[in-house]
C-alpha cells in the first residue's frame, strides 16, 4: 500500500513587489539600501515563496501582518 498525501502550499494574496513599489521601494531601492536581496525578489516575481526574514522585512516596510501577504491553500 502507498498512501500519497496531498499538500497543500503557500500562495500570495497581493503582488508583493507592486505594493513595494506604491511605498516607494522600487526593485532597485530594495537591493541597494539591503532591504532585500535579489534571489527574495526573483523569487516573488516567480510567484515562489520567500523566506520568514524576508516576509518580516515585507510586514514592517508595508505595515500588515503576514495573514494579509500570503495564505495556505489546500
Known amino acids: 500500500v502507498i498512501w500519497v498525501i496531498k499538500m497543500g502550499k503557500m500562495t500570495y494574496k497581493i503582488d508583493v513587489l507592486d505594493m513595494l513599489k506604491k511605498e516607494g521601494y522600487t526593485q532597485t531601492t530594495l537591493r541597494k539600501e539591503k532591504l532585500i536581496g535579489q534571489d527574495a525578489i526573483q ?20 505595515d500588515m501582518q503576514p495573514g494579509d501577504i500570503i495564505e495556505y491553500t489546500k
Open 43 to 62: 523569487k516573488m516575481r516567480k510567484g515562489d515563496m520567500i523566506g520568514i526574514n524576508v516576509l518580516t522585512t515585507v510586514c514592517e516596510l508595508l
